[in-house]
């Protein structure tokens, strides 16, 4: 079975893309969320947080603030790395154990990962597609999906790989700059793509 990470920055559309894949009824271990839920609710990794971080990052019920551990690490790369180093390995086991309960007959499996090269996931998978739109694009959804302003949206995107760094280091990219009906028929040209690889590693 091949593997494939689904990555992009944030508003390229990489969520509309899974959600398409999924339809056609291909498993997707949704990484972002996966860590989230690690974060939220594994206490062993809640105390290392506040080993690394502070009791600032816990609110009066000392409950994660995970507003305020946001604020931390996008303003500070080096407490993002840290954090990272935390969660990812835990991410890593997650999606060994999900593995194991994948169907034999599953063709091709999608991650998606808004962290793929730089939590080094990409390496435990055999290709890497990489969902790409024009800044003004992205800016216009993600301020519509969330309801956030402009220059947050712009702050955000500053501390993601840039678009020239993800068409390097992925396989396959996907232009998400047009109508759903052209993202529609994209995802089938790669679904057909996929059913015909085989793995890297196999050919090695
Ligand atoms: P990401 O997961 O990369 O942050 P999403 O897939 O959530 O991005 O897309 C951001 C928003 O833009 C969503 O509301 C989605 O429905 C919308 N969207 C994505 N691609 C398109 C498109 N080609 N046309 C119109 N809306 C789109």
């Known amino acids: 079975m091949i593997l494939i990470g689904v990555t992009g920055g944030i508003g390229s559309g990489k969520s509309t893309v899974c959600s398409l894949f999924e339809k056609k009824g291909n498993p ?11 974060i939220n609710s594994n206490g062993v990794v809640l105390q290392e947080i506040i080993d690394s971080f502070g009791n600032q990052v816990l609110d ?50 999608l991650i998606e990962s808004a962290l ?13 597609l990489a969902v790409i739109a024009n800044d003004d694009e992205r800016i216009m959804r993600v301020t519509t999906r969330d309801s956030v302003s402009v220059e947050q949206v712009t702050a955000r995107m500053k501390q993601q790989i840039s678009t020239e760094e993800l068409l390097e280091l992925s396989d396959f990219q996907i232009q998400n700059n ?15 793509l996929f059913c015909t690889l085989t793995s890297p590693k196999a050919i090695e």
């Open 28 to 38: 997707i271990f949704f990484a972002d969320i996966v860590a989230k839920e690690i």
């Open 60 to 109: 009066s019920s000392k409950k994660l603030n995970r507003k305020i551990l946001a604020e931390i690490v996008f303003e500070n790369k080096k407490l993002l790395d840290e954090l990272n180093a935390i969660v990812h390995p835990r991410v890593f086991e997650s999606f060994e154990q999900w593995k194991k309960q994948l169907p034999s007959k599953c063709v091709y499996a």
């Open 116 to 128: 793929l090269f730089e939590s080094g996931f990409f390496e435990l998978l055999d290709y890497s």
């Open 178 to 192: 047009g109508m759903l009906t052209d993202l529609s028929s994209k995802v089938n040209f790669f679904h057909t």
